[in-house]
């Protein structure tokens, strides 16, 4: 992310979360052949403490024990930080009830299509945002999504309108920009949002200006939230392990844009930040 | 404001808080003398059921007992909804800690200047943004502020960082616009904003389009919460009744800026919407 990503001085690793195999360990809490995960970067081999890192961030988590017929790399995705940053943003941040409306945007992502999901789960009326009509296609034929809304090509409000004829309740926002400011405009009263990201507008030089918010949320007397999911790093495993649950029940489904070979890396990035993936994605070494 | 008064159809009665006298009275609940505040609008006589308003709003409050120094016009400001609006909004949203640093747009309003001097009696470092010296002066030197922002003059992010080096951690946003995307940026983890107003806007033709603010409110998790002071219509008296002890002990100081006759009642509306008002803006007839 933009956010986090422009802090990095030239010539330091890049971010990015990694399983990885222990080879060798010094620390008895790590043995040899565990699989783990951590923010290691974009490296083949990495040293680890296992301790927190200076951010907060965990070091090295040891992955639980996955049912055979889960990949590892679900520990990068629906069963890993994205998976939980949709479980708990949801549902401690937009308290989701039965019988009341969802939007989230970046709806396709590793993030976002989990969002909608539980959701559904949670008996809500669910709309996503993306910007391709094979990702709607993904997400309301097969992800069970209500409604789907290409950003792209649509006419944005006219579809809000048509959709949510009673107001939206929950906002998850991934991206910001424009569509925030639109989408505040049709949420009821003491709606709440979720603000995840403003990915929107990571490729740009300045950050874009967009439509002033403040008139919906006084009038309606919205209440929107920042997060970082680290702030639930008490309750980790109960995320990874309620969507695992909701996974083998068949109520989660997940989809991984796995792209071959390190020296792809750069392109599988920049490709995920136009939006070219679909779920997590992921680059196998 | 543009918010309420933009539904207004031509022929309507403008929107304004009123005390008024009762002339005569056909309810048990009111007697003649007595006198009351309501949302009368722009009119010299009334006929009232007392009853609650369709949009929620109380018909008429019977004006508690003031101690005789207190003119009844306090029941318009300080001792009424501008009072209740920094009561509430700052103590409920905001919830300011002894030793936090506390920042209020429209600082020298009836609703900012009781924001900034709650926050002090509540142990804040507290800082006003208004747009002329003369309002910075009695916001420093009369109701202890401890500093002062002149958002016409001013290079406002230098003059932040000056005031405010260990960051902001509650906002009270009365304006909206630049500024507050700016103030979002100089704020401390898990921050709150209370939007009040975007009175920045309220002129203009189209609303104005302001840098976007997810960035600040996903990096410091920030809460921006809008609210409208009928929320705590239960508690209505206790904020008065606090508020009239504070004025007691010498902690709470007014002004208002009074215009007299009904004739001049749109340039003293028109002059608050451009600044020229300290304190609550009041018309005697």
């Known amino acids: 992310m933009r956010a986090h990503a422009s802090k990095l001085q030239p010539g330091s690793t890049f971010l990015g979360s990694q399983v990885a195999r222990i080879i060798e360990s010094k620390n008895p809490k790590y043995s040899p052949g565990q699989y783990v995960v951590g923010e290691f970067g974009w490296r083949t081999h990495t040293v680890s403490t296992g301790e927190r890192l200076p951010n907060g961030f965990p070091g090295a988590w040891i992955i639980p024990d996955f049912p055979k017929d ?41 993030v976002g299509s989990v969002v909608g999901q539980i959701g559904k789960i949670k008996g809500c009326h669910v709309i996503g945002v993306a910007g391709s009509e094979e990702k709607g296609k993904w997400l309301v034929d097969e992800l069970g999504f209500d409604h789907f809304i290409n950003y792209k090509t649509d006419d944005i409000t006219k579809k809000i309108k048509e959709y949510a004829p009673n107001g939206i309740d929950c906002y998850f926002d991934n991206v910001g920009g424009e569509i925030t400011s639109m989408i505040l405009c049709h949420m009821n009263h003491f709606g709440r949002i979720a603000v995840c990201g403003g990915i929107s507008g ?26 970082i999911v680290h702030r639930w790093l008490d309750r980790w495993f109960e995320g990874i392990e309620q969507n695992m649950k909701w996974i083998q029940e068949g109520k989660l489904k997940y989809r991984e844009t796995v792209t071959e070979g390190f020296e792809n890396m750069f392109k599988a990035f920049t490709d995920m930040l136009r939006g070219g993936n679909t779920g997590k994605a992921i680059v196998k070494l």
């Open 202 to 227: 990571y490729n740009e030089k300045d950050i874009p200006k967009v439509t002033m918010i403040q008139y919906p949320v006084v009038i309606n007397e919205l209440k929107m939230e920042g997060f």
């Open 70 to 110: 889960l990949p590892l790399s679900l520990a990068l995705g629906i069963l890993g930080m994205p998976g939980n940053t949709a479980y708990f943003g949801l549902l401690e941040i937009c308290q989701p009830k039965p019988g009341e409306t969802l939007i989230v945007t970046g709806a396709a992502g590793a």
